[in-house]
T-cell receptor, first 113, second 109 residues
């Protein structure tokens, strides 16, 4: 089955640090990847849609200068949280489309001190 | 705005019983329907997809779709404590998927 690898799985860092999260589709090519954020006991919230070779499409209320997305190849998308602050602490999850199905990575738990 | 509605639960069922999870959606043009399971602290995993009206069975899971009523459900037979999780309904007419907020299922041993 389609496998999506997300790295790192856990990050703890100081306020003001920039953090990069990688999302890779291991056994299929994904022209579209998605980035979600999930706060404790809340639902998935789509942050942006990442298309290979073009600019990401951000959902309303998501700062594109804060959350930089790069989709440089058909198997890799990265999300960089710039100058992270405690309120950015959350569970970040990527997914990649294989046909109409979305396959999720294992998620990255980000804790900003 | 496209919406997917689910009862947040918790839905509690005894071990061995049938758990019934329901979902309604607003976009009549939706084409694809998915059920994901999410354990606490983990990312969602796909358990069922259904594209046409009727029932689709996979092991202990049965997905049911009624496009006229804009309704999709998931039945879990012989529920096990390991089935305790949040179940997310997702609907697609065009990308990206629209997710419901999920129903929390608790299977009591």
């Amino acid at each position: 089955g389609a496998v999506v690898s997300q790295h790192p799985s856990w990050v703890i860092c100081k306020s003001g640090t920039s953090v990069k999260i990688e999302c890779r589709s291991l056994d299929f090519q994904a022209t579209t990847m998605f980035w979600y954020r999930q706060f404790p006991k809340q639902s998935l919230m789509l942050m942006a849609t990442s298309n290979e070779g073009s600019k990401a499409t951000y959902e309303q209320g998501v700062e594109k200068d804060k959350f930089l997305i790069n989709h440089a190849s058909l198997t890799l998308s990265t999300l960089t949280v710039t100058s992270a602050h405690p309120e950015d602490s959350s569970f970040y999850i990527c997914s990649a489309s294989s046909g109409q199905v979305e396959h999720f990575g294992d998620g990255t738990r980000l804790s900003i001190l | 705005q496209k919406e997917v509605e689910q009862n947040s639960g918790p839905l509690s069922v005894p071990e061995g019983a049938i758990a019934s999870l329901n979902c309604t959606y607003s976009d009549r043009g939706s084409q694809s329907f998915f059920w994901y399971r999410q354990y606490s602290g983990k990312s969602p995993e796909l358990i069922m997809s259904i594209y046409s009206n009727g029932d689709k069975e996979d092991g202990r899971f049965t997905a049911q779709l009624n496009k006229a009523s804009q309704y999709v459900s998931l039945l879990i037979r012989d529920s096990q404590p390991s089935d305790s999780a949040t179940y997310l309904c997702a609907v697609n007419g065009d990308t990206p998927l629209v997710f419901g907020k999920g129903t929390r299922l608790s299977v009591i041993a």
